[in-house]
Nanobody, 127 residues
């Protein structure tokens, strides 16, 4: 399994940005896909997740209402639309895949649930 994240950059607070994660190397029909982020000196933090098959979503409280996760099953790509970004959204954003979806939401928010990780893309938000 390979995950290739892209779309990061430097933006101003209040702007929008869309991240992409191109997935390959497996069937993802039963997978959970997720975006995490990690700021310098901080732990990896769950941002949003999506069930590949049904499209059901899960969000961290800190991004709910501002970020939207989606996927294109044909292109095997997961997106993270980031609106109204804040300075505190600054981090490296990583996409992750767990090939067997876990029904427990808390489990899906843990980094150690995911077996495959992309290389990350840096998002910098300035005031």
């Amino acid at each position: 399994v390979q995950l290739q994240a892209s779309g990061g950059g430097s933006v101003q607070a209040g702007d929008s940005l869309r991240l992409s994660c191109a997935a390959s190397g497996s069937s993802f029909n039963s997978a959970a896909m997720a975006w995490f982020r990690q700021a310098p000196g901080k732990e990896r933090q769950f941002v949003a997740g999506i069930r590949w098959g049904t499209g059901s979503t899960l969000y961290a409280d800190s991004v709910k209402g501002r970020f939207t996760i989606s996927r294109d099953r044909v292109k095997k790509t997961v997106f993270l639309q980031m609106n109204s970004v804040k300075v505190e959204d600054t981090a490296v954003y990583l996409c992750a895949a767990d090939l067997i979806y876990n029904v427990d939401a808390q489990t899906r928010m843990r980094p150690d649930t995911y077996d495959y990780w992309g290389q990350g893309t840096l998002v910098t938000v300035s005031s």
